[in-house]
């Protein structure tokens, strides 16, 4: 009973930790652009700011994953969340000042950030049993639902908290919601470094502890189309979800709308986290992303139906949907691809592609979005599905004559 309540109050705290990290970068996906269009120079470049999001949890990957290996997950995470609000007082300056250039700079700093406290799931993981850890991933997974509605709801209350400088109030209120969770991050407990250097000595003598070069990987298409099914639905999911607020207020919506577009949308992206795992092993990991792809045709089809607030909602739901499933798909997909040994090296380049097509597509939203308008901006996703899906196809194809070959 006491090993319960432990692990009820060890989980609890890991989630309300995510929960106020999700709050915090939700909004920014919310007002960022629109924020950015305020003191922009042009509007082409009011999604900048968030392609620097990415940019810096990019950058800050391998340092992330290093500094927490030598120092410890915990004191990582406390780093983070001090880069985080830093970045979350520069950003409230540079509205204050009307500043851009240090407005994309704090995003580039928020992004630091994030790649650091994206580790939380996997350090949630390692403080359990190991027979917890499905559980520990699910009450991570959970902590997406109240950040769906906090998030939106936080970036338009803060939008006029100071009517002298729009959306100033917004990075004050990441400034305070940064403090809380590096208070949170005080609680939570240390990975067992006995057990983890346990694990290792155990991974370091598994037969599977070959590394093959990586002329081996590139040519490995499952590999690939892990990386594909990854990296088109993250960039294409920041694409559109980063030009529906300025989209939406383009076409003569309020900010309210927006906000509820982008809810119901976070809501897609998480919610079917909790059977996606179940259709990863009933389906497989490959025809889930077919899935994927299938429901962001809806996707496409559903926005092309007008600007007016259903077609908006429907179809940024569809694509939180399809982006779970390719997600999910490719993830459950890549893990398959490499030994233990070859763990780092492989998810950094798929880390190093998913994110460089994800800075790509949120710079290109704003200025897409100026040029063409939203509704031929989701035309944009549809040669990048085909493809996918060709390769996926190919490739469910080709493992299964494989598979054929050697059940002879």
């Not at 520069?90 to 790649?115: D, N, R, V």
Request: with cysteine; hydrophobic share 50%; net charge positive.
């Amino acid at each position: 009973m006491n090993h319960f309540f432990n692990k009820v109050k060890v989980l609890g705290i890991f989630s309300i930790t995510q929960t106020v990290f999700q709050i915090g970068t939700v909004m920014i996906m919310a007002v960022s652009a629109l924020a950015g269009q305020t003191i922009a120079p042009s509007p082409e470049s009011a999604s900048l700011p968030v392609s620097f999001v990415i940019l810096g949890t990019l950058i800050g990957l391998v340092p992330a994953s290093k500094f927490m290996k030598w120092y410890g997950s915990k004191y990582g995470l406390l780093l983070g969340t001090i880069i985080g609000i830093f970045g979350a007082i520069l950003a409230t300056y540079a509205m204050w000042e009307k500043s851009f250039i240090l407005f994309t700079l704090a995003h580039l700093l928020f992004g630091l950030h994030q790649s650091f406290i994206q580790y939380l799931r996997f350090v949630a993981m390692e403080s359990v049993a190991t027979h917890d850890r499905a559980s520990a991933l699910s009450w991570i997974l959970i902590a997406g639902i109240p950040a769906a509605f906090l998030g939106p709801l936080a970036g338009l209350q803060g939008k006029d908290l100071f009517p002298s400088s729009m959306f100033l109030g917004c990075y004050l209120i990441l400034v305070a919601s940064l403090s809380l969770q590096f208070a949170l991050i005080t609680f939570l407990p240390s990975p067992n470094k006995r057990k983890a250097i346990e694990e290792s000595t155990m991974e370091l003598i598994s037969p599977r502890d070959v590394t093959r070069p990586l002329s081996f990987h590139f040519k490995n298409l499952g590999l690939w189309v892990s990386i594909l099914a990854t990296a088109f639905s993250f960039g294409l999911m920041a694409m559109l979800m980063t030009a529906v607020p300025v989209a939406m207020k383009s076409h003569g919506h309020a900010m309210h709308a927006s906000t509820l577009v982008l809810q119901w949308h976070v809501l897609g992206m998480y919610i079917p986290s909790f059977f996606s795992g179940f259709l990863v092993r009933k389906m497989t990991a490959p025809f889930l992303i077919l899935l994927g792809v299938f429901v962001m045709g809806l996707e496409c089809i559903s926005a092309l139906q007008g600007t007016e607030f259903l077609p908006f909602a429907v179809a940024l739901i569809l694509l939180g949907i399809g982006w779970n499933f390719m997600y999910v798909g490719g993830t459950n997909l890549l893990v398959e691809q490499y030994h233990p040994s070859e763990k780092n090296s492989i998810q950094a380049i798929n880390d190093t592609i998913v994110y460089s097509f994800a800075i790509l597509s949120t710079y290109s939203a704003g200025y897409l979005e100026h040029k063409i308008g939203w509704l031929s901006l989701n035309l944009v996703s549809i040669p990048f599905l085909i493809f996918v899906s060709i390769v996926t196809l190919y490739y469910i194809q080709k493992r299964g004559r494989l598979n054929f070959y050697h059940g002879s």
